[in-house]
């Protein structure tokens, strides 16, 4: 994993996503999710080209159940964008590099 | 312009894969169009993307996860030299040669690949339901993918619909998880394998509706439950899920070709003479031109006979 990208978990969440300068993509994921691991480079590639403007970070869905139920992900991958600590857009399900960007593009 | 391909591969399940294996180790420097990720078995990898166990794979005497064969597929294809493009043919022309292929939306006059020969191994997709609150509802409690959402539904009452293998396999599946599962089918009895019935029958947690079309999936915000009717009696009835899962079947990938390439009724490309087609050097393996068979080894098969048959075919037309 890039070093952009970072590991957030139930006791880390809050307080990361509300004090971050720019929107945080949230990626919810798990270990035997197979459409998760195929966007995994996607999301790495993003973070490299969009640094400054949003940052990418993941949360392990197995091992933050309280995260996880607080915003109903009943699907992964889930990406939630967060602004301010609020979620502002949801995207559920894996997605190619050009269509993820574009529905990313206010944000942008 | 774009460069010159010996051979071009659509699609990376295992025929594709398998095909690029053959293809590189031929020393013909395949491209693979792998396709994008979704969370529909139309991705990278293909349907065994979505599975668990494989059990019936020769040489995997415990079984492999899908996801985890698929993966060395890929490496192995990898390392005799294949290359890999994450995108999907969006449009091709296949009126002449070099064949052109266009990865994108703007199907600007500039192909982004052409090749010499073609092979084409883009699979089947899973069908919907289409019916009302199914597009609301993906990824709020329904699902095309047990193995990515079974975590979800812990001691809850879900559903499958469909009676092939592949409900029989995500109903067992999910029973690790929900309390009860519910495999509405809309015949009397399953289409499954004998084995992967066995194992149903056997399953305390599986429940049976027989004879049951789904109308409608209910939910608010998130799915709450199903609306159905019963073939035989005409009957309606509600019934509470927190969860459907969708495994009706599938449909092949075969529409880019629309009108260049045979298919049957179905949409399934048709072959000639081994993997071959109406058009002279474009070949095609795997599901989107079998009906019939449909595992993983029959796709792998057909896709080293595709990557023979575009070799024998490149070296009769001087450029092998």
Known sequence: MSEGIATLSDATFDEHVKSADTPVLVDFWAEWCGPCKMIAPILEEISGEQQGKIEIAKLNIDENLDITRRYEVMSIPTMILFKDGEPQLRVVGARGKAQLLQELQEYL | ?320
């Open chain 2, 1 to 320: 312009m774009p460069d010159i391909h010996d051979v071009v591969i659509l699609g990376s399940g295992p025929a594709g894969l398998t095909a690029a294996i053959y293809t590189a180790r031929a020393n013909l420097k395949p491209v693979v169009v792998e396709g994008e990720p979704s969370s529909t078995s139309d991705q990278p990898g293909g349907q065994l993307m979505l599975t668990t166990d494989v059990e019936n794979y020769p040489g995997f005497v415990d079984g492999i996860m899908g996801p985890e064969l698929m993966e060395r597929f890929r490496d192995q294809a990898a390392r005799f030299g294949a290359t890999f493009v994450t995108r999907k043919a969006t449009q091709v022309d296949l009126s002449s040669r070099p064949f052109r292929i266009w990865t994108d939306a703007a199907h600007d006059a500039d192909a982004d690949l052409e090749a010499r020969a073609l092979i084409v191994s883009t699979g089947a997709r899973s069908l919907m339901l289409n019916v009302p609150g199914e597009s609301r509802l993906l990824g709020h409690g329904l699902s095309t993918c047990a193995t990515c959402d079974g975590f979800f539904f812990r001691e809850q009452d879900i559903a499958v619909v469909g009676g092939g293998d592949s409900a029989i396999e995500e109903a067992i599946f999910l029973t690790r998880f929900a309390r009860t599962v519910t495999l509405i089918h809309r015949r009397k009895e399953l289409r499954a394998s004998k084995i992967m019935q066995d194992r149903a029958f056997a399953n305390e947690k599986i429940v049976f509706r027989w004879d049951t079309v789904v109308n409608e999936v209910v939910g608010d915000t998130k799915v709450s439950g199903l609306s159905v009717t019963n073939t035989i009696t005409g009957e309606e009835d509600k019934l509470a899920f927190s969860g459907v899962f969708v495994a009706i079947g599938h449909v092949p990938n075969s529409g880019v070709f629309d009108g260049q390439l045979d298919v049957d009724e179905a949409g399934y490309i048709r072959t000639t003479e081994g993997s071959r087609t109406n058009v002279e050097g474009v070949f095609v393996c795997g599901d989107v031109q079998d009906h019939i068979y449909r595992q993983a080894i029959t796709a792998a098969g057909s896709g080293c006979m595709a990557a023979i048959d575009a070799e024998r075919w490149l070296e009769a037309a001087g450029h092998g």
